[in-house]
């Protein structure tokens, strides 16, 4: 039992919540890694939402709002940390979950799909074995058809940064979340919010609901003033700035 009263409680539940993701099969071992090398991260930007994330999330939600195809990828440390927010936006943007998973089996695939699927997801995809991003080197390649295959922007959060280079020269969108902003795949997406997933995915719901009624334009316009360089580098200003 963790003391809600310890300065660290709100990771140290993290922890837990990806332990407990181990122990039901839906989380590789190496998600602890992951999530090692996050909290790293999150120490020197504070472990809060920062301005540049906010702008970042404002721009993901429209630019989620405008795809023809959207598709959220599922990996095992996001279904550990954030499924019940996956299911929402999933319901909000009336898109698809796919699985896709670096170290993959088959059996924890479809484990990932059962948790989803018993907290009433409507849309999970899983890989499938003939369709493939040839130029992916792991088994991240095999992708569904319905989903990422034919999607125009592609939500990844917690990402290797081989996958979202080669989307991106597909012609896709990447949205990620991560708190590496030196990471490749933050350096590599269309959009990246550099926070913790934890804090950062219920503001994407907020947000999302929020730009619900707003028209096309403005919501074009959002993304076209976004820059990812800029947050980046005020993020890693923020983490210079914490020494
Ligand atoms: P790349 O291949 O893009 O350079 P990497 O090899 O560091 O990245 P992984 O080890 O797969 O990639 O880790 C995934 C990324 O997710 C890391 O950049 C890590 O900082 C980030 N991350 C881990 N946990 C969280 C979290 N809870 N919220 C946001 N980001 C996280």
């Not at 071992?29 to 906010?54: H, P």
């Not at 059962?114 to 999970?124: D, F, P, T």
Request: proline share 3%.
């Amino acid at each position: 039992m963790i003391d809600p009263k310890h300065p660290r409680a709100k990771s140290l539940k993290t922890r837990e919540e990806i332990i407990h993701g181990v122990d039901i099969g839906i989380t590789s071992i190496n998600g602890l890694i992951a999530q090692g090398r996050g909290e790293a991260f999150d120490y020197l930007l504070g472990e809060n939402t920062n301005n540049f994330a906010k702008e970042a999330i404002r721009a993901a939600a429209a630019m989620l709002f405008l795809a023809k195809d959207p598709v959220l990828s599922v990996n095992g440390n996001t279904a550990a940390l954030v499924v019940k927010e996956y299911i929402e936006l999933s319901n909000l943007l009336h898109c698809p979950i796919e699985i896709n998973l670096f170290h993959k089996t088959k059996e924890r695939e479809l484990r990932i799909k059962s948790y989803l699927e018993s907290l009433r997801a409507k849309n999970v995809l899983v890989s499938n074995s003939k369709t493939k991003i040839s130029s992916i080197a792991s088994k991240r390649k095999f992708v569904n058809p319905k989903g990422i295959g034919k999607a125009d922007v592609v939500f990844v959060p917690l990402e290797d940064g081989d996958r979202t280079e080669e989307l991106i020269k597909l012609g896709k969108k990447v949205i990620t979340i991560d708190l590496n902003p030196m990471s490749r795949t933050a350096q590599k997406a269309t959009i990246t919010i550099v926070d913790n997933i934890i804090r950062a995915f219920p503001l994407l719901i907020k947000e999302t609901k929020r730009l619900q009624s707003f028209k096309k334009d403005e919501l074009k316009k959002f993304v076209r003033e976004f820059s990812n360089k800029k947050i980046l580098n005020a993020a890693e200003e923020k983490i210079r700035k914490s020494f």
